[in-house]
């Protein structure tokens, strides 16, 4: 069995093979190849518990460009929403023949429940889990940086990247930590302590609470998104002291490296982490993460669903 | 059936080997060559006898989740694990806030017969913090509660907490706090630390119990009142309890099974087993427990038995009830932690399980030093046997033990409850 | 191990190759040229470079990356995808040479068959290969040759090139019995 739940089950040769092969995806996806035969006759389930529709869609046109067949189970209408367990949802997809399940999921660790249990024998693919994990934006976003930052391709050694705002809540952040970490980039993690998790400082990561002092030294800075709510659990004053310390805007990004590249995992709240003119400037890459997004869960479920077990991934 | 019993070949807890004749519910004997006089021989050869087990933290689930527990389940896990005297929790349904419902559980207890249950009574009503319960009614009942707490829950209110310190001075009572500041455990899910930040699950920090201990102590202090802190956790909870005694406060705290073993990198498997509240915490903490309980700064081992039905466990993390079932493991998890570790005697595993536990709850026929005329309640216990805890094979109701497939050592052989073994 | 192709044989295998294929299609001016990698690339760009001398011409060439195509995918782990490099003026009504090293089973050139068809629709398709070995599990054949070489189907061919393996040569092992 073979799963994708954590960038911390991944080695960092197998971080670049999924990098490597998304490259070819994308060039067989951006060429005439629309379709390819690869995964003809799997089934793949999304199963969506929680609402995303851009992560929903990305996985599904990725499934659909390798030919496999793609049931989407969505929270909204179905079973899940009528309070059926995580368990019984699994038993049914197993008893359906799914080959694999992309979750989405609002549990942390639900994942890893589906594929530690006897519920199911198909791969689990992370789509995002609570607090956790969200290993495919990872992939994604490295993939993106590679590309716009490296010259030859390979690890992201010697590059600077921060990541900058809601950690603590952040899936996208975990994710990232860890597979740029991994792929030899230096990762500052600039945000107000209140939003940064207890202990870390055990993760491999430079901390600073001043954007300004950081900003002009980073190759790729990727703004996470704030979540409105937060203000009323105390994580800050208000939006307006955030967008201040934190936000990025015009005046910020022109301090800035020569090519260096901003980023956001979407969805952005224009006017409060990005101002609208820094989120269209040509330094943005935010569109192009998206069309990335597409190749990278391509790789994985190649990677993943293609051929014979033991590949990357936890085996379990 | 005969009711005399002889005990042959074992040893006393301070180690002196020593037969125990056993007649009409009393220890009738002690030495050696005792006149069998057609009494029931045992031989316990290699066993150590100890003072029946007490545990002040049981939570019993009757009345309203007799799915998960009964009284007479309960009792029976109980009896297995070496217990003769349970105190069952107040958060049943409806709360154990009133003189009927407390009454209900002691005559379930007694129906059971396997053992004492000594109901505990709710602090506030409906365990909402905000208005006392009739405790007054509860003490004065046939169940004679002693032991009041909100478990489940914290008394979080601190003129709350004053007043039931105050109240139960009347009638010799005790508050037993399950000390968790709600504000800084809201949603809380796991031990705040670095596990809790890898794997997302929200903290709940230690502060949030230390905070409270310490207002705690400090209140009893003020109203001359007995204050008892359930699962302590944190080896800063512990250091502060070792203040407060140094003070000359009167307060006594108990460690679980559980919080002496194991650690909260297990819930790296996000697999709701090892869900419990208070949370596992870090190998650090579990040192510090192992250490105050030997020292005697924690005064007993309490179970935190909390039986949950499969389908609240067979989830996600977040979704899952906190809680595991520590009856039937409870003295094998000590022996193994702290008598094999060669932190505590056997003399002071009968202190922490029975001596200790019978007089902070005022269970005055239990927790007696093995002497002739006491009631029979005593435990049988074979270190040199071992065991492989199998969840298929409990007692209890429930099969929600974190122990599944571990191998401990010490088996409990008998469990004699007023004289006959159960 | 046996050296069933030299350095030297191999050179002039692909000189003649080369010219077959100039003769067979009336010239060089509607072929593309298209390698199977890793080795049928190499290959391939050594023909283009022969056929360019000989024609004073530049041939397009490029190369098909097969992997997502094949039929046995299940049967090991999935391998890094090579490139697929089309040529600019694409496949349409051209004369396509697939070029690969070894013909076996002939599943290889199926799937660039169907890979071919997901990207346009050639005049024709034809297949040169360096070394067949026999033992088609399909109704394909090569229409230019570099050497047949009979083997047993548990023996392996291995095709050594200078620009992945140093130097120039095709071996044949016996392989070991499973």
Redesign the interface.
Known sequence: MRHLLSISDLSKDEAVLILDTAIEMARASDGPMKKLPTLRGRTIVNLFAEDSTRTRISFEAAAKRLSADVINFGAKGSSLSKGE???DTALTLQAMGADAVIIR?G????P??LA??AWMSGSVINAG?????HPSQALLDAFTIRKHCTKSGGDLAGLRIGIVGDVLHS?VA?SNVLLLSLLGANVTLIAPPTLL????E??PVDISYDFDSVLPSLDAVMMLRVQQERMSDLFFPNAREYSRYFGLNRDRMLTMKPNSIVMHPGPMNRGLEITADVADSARSVIVEQVSNGVSVRMAILYLLLAGAPTQIGANS | MSKSYILKGGSLPNGTKSDIAIKDGLISAIGTSLDANGSKIFDITNCVVLPGLVDLHTHLREPGREDSETVLSGSRAAVKGGFTAISAMANTSPVADTAGVVEQVFRLGQEAGLCDVFPVGAVTQGLEGEKLSEMGAMANSIARVRVFSDDGHCVSDPLVMRRALEYVKQFGGVIAQHAQEPRLTVGSQMN???V????????W?AIAEESIIARDVLIAEHVSSRLHICHVTTAGGVEIIRWAKARGIDVTAEVTPHHLLLTDDLAS???PIYKVNPPLRTQKDVMALREALAEGIIDIVATDHAPHPA?TK??????ASFGMLGLETALSIVMQTMVDTGLMKWEQVADRLSIAPARIGGYSDHGQEISVGKSAHLSVINPTASWRVDRDLVASRSRNTPFHGMEFPGVVTHTFFKGVKR | MNAALSAEEISRALTRISHEILEKNGGSSNLTLLGIPTRGAHLASRIATIINSIDSSDVPVGTLDITLHRDDLRMRPPRALMPTLIPQAGIDGRDVILIDDVLFSGRTIRAALDALGEIGRPKSVQLAILVDRGHRELPIRADFVGKNIPTARTQNVKVNLSETDGEDEVLVSDGEDK
Not at chain 1, 129 to 133: F, I, L, N, P
Not at chain 2, 314 to 319: A, G, K, L, N
Request: proline share 4%; charged share 30%; glycine share 12%.
């Open positions: 367990s995580l368990k999921h549990a942390s660790g639900a890893v429940r530690d249990s889990d609570g607090t956790h994990e899936r975990r998790p207890f202990g870390v055990s993760w | 705040e630390g670095i809790s930040a890898k794997l997302g699950l929200k903290g920090p498997s996000y697999d389908e067979e989830c996600e993390w977040q979704e």
